[in-house]
């Protein structure tokens, strides 16, 4: 498999904002992040820009919003999995690799959902196609464009209250976590996901404390 730096890359801004993982014992829900192209984007050098919110990943976390791995776990057979052709197309909108194809070539993202899967993805407890077909599904139930829309929250290069953000995503999915890029743009948005990845949760109080945005977060343009 063809390795290219830019996914490299993407693996490395990957890593150090993933925090630290443990092993899955301790499995309590999952969390289902998401990020902001044009400010990722300013960490990697992307080749796609996607002009609405990418998944990040399914990340199974403890009670407190701990990543886990379980390295004994076989990585899922993404090629096999691939075969499907209409759950490629899925993956490939929803899950793409930004840095590593301009192109929409699903097969190309393979070494980032290998990276996603060992270092968040491992510790969960289901089998590998429910896992998938989870994150996608929830990916598609969940439109942050239009519930910040629906508050006046707008990318448009403004900057808004970050309690605004929170209202917003709060009134229709639960409490999320925010990540922001040097502190002030918005980078990635983590709604939290019941055990059986099934419903939108609150994120509790604790793992909310990893939110590392100021008062003020600007919303950047696609
Ligand atoms: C997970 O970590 C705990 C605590 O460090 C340890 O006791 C347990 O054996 C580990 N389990 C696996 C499957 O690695
Ligand atoms: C969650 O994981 C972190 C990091 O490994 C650990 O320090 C913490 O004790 C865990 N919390 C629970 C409730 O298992
Ligand atoms: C880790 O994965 C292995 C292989 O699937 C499994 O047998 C084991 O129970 C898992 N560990 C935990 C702590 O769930
Ligand atoms: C193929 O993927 C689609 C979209 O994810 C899914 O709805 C369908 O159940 C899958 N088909 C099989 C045979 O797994």
């Given at each position: 498999m063809n390795i290219t730096f830019f996914l490299y890359m993407v693996l490395f801004i990957s890593c150090i904002s993933s925090g630290a993982a443990q092993n899955n014992s301790g499995f309590d829900h999952f969390w289902l992040v998401q990020s902001w192209p044009p400010v990722y984007c300013q960490q990697i050098n992307c080749r796609r820009r996607p002009s609405d919110f990418v998944l990040h990943g399914l990340w199974p976390v403890n009670s407190t919003g701990h990543s886990l791995k379980n390295s004994s776990k076989d990585i899922p057979n993404f090629y096999s999995l691939l075969r499907n052709h209409s759950f490629g197309m899925e993956m490939d909108e929803?899950?793409?690799?930004?840095?590593?194809?301009?192109?929409?070539?699903?097969?190309?993202?393979i070494g980032f959902w290998t990276h996603e899967w060992e270092e968040?993805?491992?510790?969960?407890?289901?089998a590998d196609t429910y896992y998938l077909q989870a994150a996608i599904r929830l990916r598609k139930s969940v439109n942050l464009l239009r519930i910040l829309g629906n508050q006046g929250?707008?990318?448009?290069?403004r900057s808004y209250w970050e309690t605004g953000y929170i209202d917003a995503t709060k009134h229709v999915y639960g409490y999320p976590i925010l990540k922001c890029y040097k502190g002030y743009l918005l980078k990635e948005v983590t709604i939290c996901v019941d055990g059986q990845a099934r419903n939108l949760i609150s994120c509790n109080h604790e793992e909310r404390r990893s939110t590392n945005c100021r008062n003020i977060i600007t919303f950047p343009p696609p």
């Open positions: 929803h899950w793409p690799s930004l840095g590593t194809t301009d192109g929409h070539d699903p097969f190309k993202h968040h993805g491992s510790g969960q407890p289901y929250i707008y990318p448009n290069g």
